[in-house]
T-cell receptor
Framework: GQSLEQPSEVTAVEGAIVQINCTYQ??????LSWYQQHDGGAPTFLSY??LDGLEETGRFSSFLSRSDSYGYLLLQELQMKDSASYFC??????????????WGLGTSLAVNP | DTEVTQTPKHLVMGMTNKKSLKCEQH?????MYWYKQKAKKPPELMFV???????INESVPSRFSPECPNSSLLNLHLHALQPEDSALYLC????????????????FGAGSRLTVL
């Protein structure tokens, strides 16, 4: 089977840096995606890592270590608007025609003034 | 056009009603999805269409009936729903293949918030 673990809640202050971790247990692995969802809104794709290392997109970066079955989303210069839920997700092993992403339970990030 | 449009945004229906949720995308994506999401939970996959054919049905009750009339449109027909079906229903689309810009990159619509009385 496949499972993803991420913290349920994280709290930080404006201007700070926060790291949201995601560990996965899968029988195979293609890559790790991150999605952001504001309350009442729809999930929005943030990033995808297929290879080890850090991918940077503005204030957000995503990191993957395949050997450690671990990834994280790094948010810098936090703003109040970053308060949202963040989900990690992976494609199923031997995906083929199976397009069912496996989702983590989500991390609720609260950014305080 | 990089949007997925869903209508209606809100829907209240009784348990004997018949209604439909609609979804449209013009990104040339050939995979389209229906997800159900309860508060504070991840999206839960219901159906997947690939090239307008149903490829995944996650054992969804028959009171939910999907339809993909063409490559841009996806409908979800609702009939005899239960109060526990109240949720946010999300449509999404993606390219078909896996990879950096493939099926792991879903573009979601804003969702239809359904309340069943």
């Amino acid at each position: 089977g496949q499972s993803l673990e991420q913290p349920s809640e994280v709290t930080a202050v404006e201007g700070a840096i926060v790291q949201i971790n995601c560990t996965y247990q899968t029988s195979g692995f293609y890559g790790l995606s991150w999605y952001q969802q504001h309350d009442g809104g729809a999930p929005t794709f943030l990033s995808y890592n297929a290879l080890d290392g850090l991918e940077e997109t503005g204030r957000f970066s995503s990191f993957l270590s395949r050997s450690d079955s671990y990834g994280y989303l790094l948010l810098q210069e936090l703003q109040m608007k970053d308060s949202a839920s963040y989900f990690c997700a992976v494609p199923p092993y031997n995906a083929g025609n199976n397009r069912k992403l496996i989702w983590g339970l989500g991390t609720s990030l609260a950014v305080n003034p | 056009d990089t949007e997925v449009t869903q209508t209606p945004k809100h829907l209240v229906m009784g348990m004997t009603n018949k209604k439909s949720l609609k979804c449209e995308q013009h990104m040339g994506h050939r995979a389209m999805y229906w997800y159900k999401q309860k508060a504070k939970k991840p999206p839960e996959l219901m159906f997947v269409y690939s090239y307008e054919k149903l490829s995944i049905n996650e054992s969804v009750p028959s009171r939910f009936s999907p339809e993909c009339p063409n490559s841009s449109l996806l409908n979800l027909h609702l009939h005899a729903l239960q109060p526990e079906d109240s949720a946010l229903y999300l449509c999404a689309s993606s390219q078909v293949g896996w990879g950096g810009t493939g099926a792991n990159v879903l573009t979601f619509g804003a969702g239809s918030r359904l309340t069943v009385l």
